[in-house]
């Protein structure tokens, strides 16, 4: 009998951003927040003080023709490091934030078929809380077992969450860094024989209080200053939360082969702008090749030099 590997809550309406008019649904089930006297919102923006306590509703919508159980929960949210996405915590991990502090009236809620059921719930911010934005979501957890693909040795339990994006008033302070500059070469062992890229990786860093959305430059100079690339590059996260890291990368298709420059990563958001580098040598292989043979041949007459220079000292002091 083959073993079942049951995986986390799978949070897909959380990991990628939805458009601002749809609730986060997958299908099967959204959660969203209650409709106020204002109209629908597509998720929760909330501002407090510290020591404050706030009250909302959050609706769960049953789409299928079955009632469904859900257990509901807060949780804090943060960047995957795959991608940057938005994404949260399961139940189980620790709390800090916004999961710590929203409590839902009920923890398990049934749904009747092609129904809703609205759960109000309170958020207190505690009186030592961080200014600054905080991240998270009210979760509906389907503790079913179910087994995508069809597959038999992995199952997961799938959940849904509507975003709550919280501002604790006080100072906010934005602050941004480029950190781990790395560049990897891939090129032919012949110079000219093929194309070669390079790999470049760094590390995003909101060092500040608030959510950023960032924007990045890849600069490539050669030697004397040649301008060998400029890019604005995609694939950045539009909501980088606060105090997350995210280590990305970029291919560089068509990168030199034989070139010795450096390559500036150049951050930008809200007011705030840093760069930094790294230093690279592009040599083909075979060059590489020619270079160790040659300084390792200069080696080996380095030493037997050095071995002969010492042999008749040695006889000297025998002499005598």
């Known amino acids: 009998m083959r073993k079942l590997h049951v995986l986390g809550a799978v949070l897909a309406a959380l990991l990628y951003a939805a458009p601002a008019a749809h609730a986060a649904d997958n299908g099967s089930w959204s959660v969203f927040p209650t409709a106020s006297q204002l109209g629908s919102r597509p998720y929760f923006y909330l501002s407090a003080d510290p020591g404050t306590t706030l009250t909302d509703q959050v609706t769960v919508t049953n789409k299928t023709s079955a009632p469904l159980t859900f257990r509901l929960y807060a949780a804090d949210a943060y960047n995957t490091e795959r991608d940057g996405g938005f994404a949260v915590r399961t139940e189980k991990e620790k709390q800090r934030g916004v999961g710590a502090w929203a409590r839902p009236e009920r923890d398990m809620v049934t749904v009747p078929a092609r129904g809703s059921v609205t759960v109000p719930y309170t958020l207190t911010v505690p009186a030592t809380a961080e200014p600054g934005d905080h991240a998270g979501a009210l979760v509906a957890l389907d503790e079913r077992l179910s087994a995508p693909g069809g597959s038999v040795a992995v199952a997961v339990r799938q959940a849904v969450g509507a975003r709550v994006y919280l501002r604790v008033n006080g100072p906010a302070v934005a602050a941004l860094s480029v950190e781990d500059v790395t560049m990897s070469h891939q090129r032919p062992l012949v110079p000219g024989t093929g194309r070669s890229s390079a790999l470049i990786s760094y590390t995003l860093h909101n060092r500040g209080n608030v959510t950023l959305d960032p924007k990045v430059v890849l600069k490539a100079e050669g030697l004397f200053g040649r301008d060998l690339l400029r890019r604005d590059l995609g694939k950045i996260p539009s909501e980088l939360l606060p105090r997350q890291k995210i280590r990305l990368t970029e291919r560089w298709a068509g990168a030199p082969q034989l070139e010795w420059g450096e390559?500036?990563?150049?951050?930008?958001?809200?007011?705030?702008?840093?760069?930094?580098?790294?230093?690279?040598?592009?040599?083909?292989?075979?060059?590489?090749?020619?270079?160790?043979?040659?300084?390792?041949?200069?080696?080996?007459?380095?030493?037997?030099?050095?071995?002969?220079?010492?042999?008749p000292e040695a006889v000297r002091h025998q002499g005598q």
């Open 263 to 311: 390559i500036t990563l150049t951050a930008s958001a809200r007011d705030v702008r840093e760069s930094a580098g790294v230093s690279f040598l592009a040599l083909p292989w075979l060059v590489v090749a020619v270079l160790t043979a040659g300084l390792a041949a200069a080696g080996v007459r380095a030493r037997v030099r050095r071995g002969r220079e010492r042999v």
